[in-house]
Nanobody, 125 residues
Framework: QVQLVESGGGLVQAGGSLRLSCAAS????????MGWFRQAPGKEREFVAT????????SYRDSVKGRFTISRDNAKNTMYLQMNSLKPEDTAVYYC??????????????????WGQGTQVTVSS
């Protein structure tokens, strides 16, 4: 069983930055690919970014490319999402997810095994 805990969400003005963290309670963290998803009010959950088990490969949805950066520290069992130049349309609950495996990329919800509870990100205009 993998437990994932997100943190770092909050309220920020448009153009601002936030850094989300996802702490995993599994000693074999480096055997998992990781991803970030988000769900805005009234919308379905959507893929944001994913990172391979080693951190050597990353993939993003088009709307966040150049603004968001996904990274991980396997020694700390933690994944991050640095979000810059935030826009009101980035407002959502952000979820981290884990997928045991060495493939890449994993961009579909059904591919992931474990999910965190989510952290709210609100961007005001």
């Amino acid at each position: 069983q993998v437990q994932l805990v997100e943190s770092g969400g909050g309220l920020v003005q448009a153009g601002g930055s936030l850094r989300l963290s996802c702490a995993a309670s599994v000693p074999t963290f480096s055997r998992y690919a990781m991803g970030w998803f988000r769900q805005a009010p009234g919308k379905e959950r959507e893929f944001v970014a994913t990172i391979s088990w080693s951190g050597g490969s990353t993939s993003y949805r088009d709307s966040v490319k150049g603004r968001f950066t996904i990274s991980r520290d396997n020694a700390k069992n933690t994944m991050y999402l640095q979000m810059n130049s935030l826009k009101p349309e980035d407002t959502a609950v952000y979820y981290c997810a884990s997928k045991r495996g060495f493939g890449f990329p994993y961009v579909q919800e059904y591919e992931y095994d474990y999910w965190g509870q989510g952290t709210q990100v609100t961007v005001s205009s």
